[in-house]
């Protein structure tokens, strides 16, 4: 008997697109012994009019889904489109500061912030539906594996899995650290060490009780990544062990600030620069400076609100820091 033919794994994605809409070259398709499985229009040729897409769903097929390419832009375009409103309001944010700006003729400050982040150190725990494909495909693994004859098995015998007590007295067992360490049960936030499986950002507490990104004014002719290092340096302290991340800013806010004691408001321009801690147990702590700085914390991002206010700039920061394991923008 001849030997049936597989589908291709293209094949298998198109067919499984086409029971939910015709594919945008439309109904056309051969039919085999697994069903329906739409064709491709002739390479390097121009399609008659005959032989136009068509619009009515073909057997088979379904009006109420989409299809393989508009599946793909469905699952794009949400960060796309929160991007543009994003630029788009601050845009809109940017001309209305400089047009008040230009009214009361007040200059403008540059500044430079840093975002030093603690990447994630373990891996996040796998969620349910990861799990059962672990367990699945560790299934398969044994059910695909080569069977030897019985002959060659009880050649080579069953060898049992040395246990602790086997092992030579000069060798350690391997146990796994947890990963809930002491620093997330005492919620200490001056440590690197809690909050393995997240990403940590650093704020840092001002002299006037405000909580913020490490930031400090633009110097004249002086670069951003130089303004990154002498922030870093200033504001952390030397003993941090960070790289800073690129030469350019990765984002820019617009602000007016204005103080009990000053008549006019301050417009500010603020550029962002990010850092890294490159080695977060063998860095050193944070060196706060006493003059401007009295507390700095190591905060993931649904933290965030617990420092700040809950405002236009702070979610405009919400979309700096990295997404969370629950987050879907």
């Not at 209305?96 to 840093?114: D, F, G, I, Q, R």
């Not at 301050?266 to 962002?272: D, I, L």
Request: glycine share 6%; with cysteine; hydrophobic share 35%.
């Amino acid at each position: 008997a001849a030997r049936p033919l597989r589908r291709p794994a293209l094949a298998r994605v198109l067919h499984a697109g086409a029971r939910r809409r015709p594919p945008p070259w439309g109904a056309h398709g051969v039919v085999g012994t697994l069903g329906s499985i739409p064709s491709l229009p002739p390479r390097g040729r121009h399609v008659a009019s005959s032989t136009a897409p068509s619009t009515t769903p073909a057997a088979g097929h379904s009006a109420g889904g989409v299809g393989l390419n508009a599946k793909f832009k469905k699952r794009t375009r949400p960060n796309r489109e929160l991007r543009k409103r994003v630029l788009a309001q601050l845009a809109l944010r940017k001309d209305a500061l400089e047009a008040k700006a230009e009214k009361l003729a007040c200059a403008w400050t540059t500044t430079c912030s840093v975002l030093v982040q603690r990447t994630p150190v373990v891996m996040p725990e796998p969620k349910p539906w990861e799990d059962a494909m672990y367990r699945l495909d560790h299934q398969l693994e044994k059910f695909e594996g080569f069977d030897y004859p019985e002959d060659v098995r009880e050649a080579l015998g069953e060898k049992e899995a040395p246990t602790h007590d086997a092992l030579p007295d000069h060798a350690i067992p391997f146990r796994l650290a947890p990963r809930v360490t002491e620093a997330d049960h005492a919620d200490d936030r001056h440590s690197l060490e809690r909050a393995l499986p997240e990403t940590l950002n650093l704020l840092v507490k001002r002299r006037d009780n405000t909580w913020g990104l490490p930031e400090l004014e633009l110097n004249d002719d002086e670069f951003l990544r130089d303004a990154g290092n002498r922030v870093i340096q200033t504001v952390c302290g030397e003993e941090l062990y960070t790289w800073l991340i690129g030469n350019a800013p990765i984002a820019v806010w617009f602000d007016e600030v204005q103080t009990a004691s000053d008549t006019l408001p301050r417009f500010v321009r603020q550029f962002f620069m990010k850092a890294t801690v490159v080695d977060c147990y063998n860095t050193g702590p944070v060196r706060l400076d006493a003059a401007t700085h009295d507390d700095y914390a190591w905060i993931t991002k649904p933290e965030l609100l617990q420092y700040v206010p809950d405002d236009e700039r702070s979610q405009y920061l919400t979309h700096l820091f990295p997404l969370g394991d629950n987050d879907d923008d």
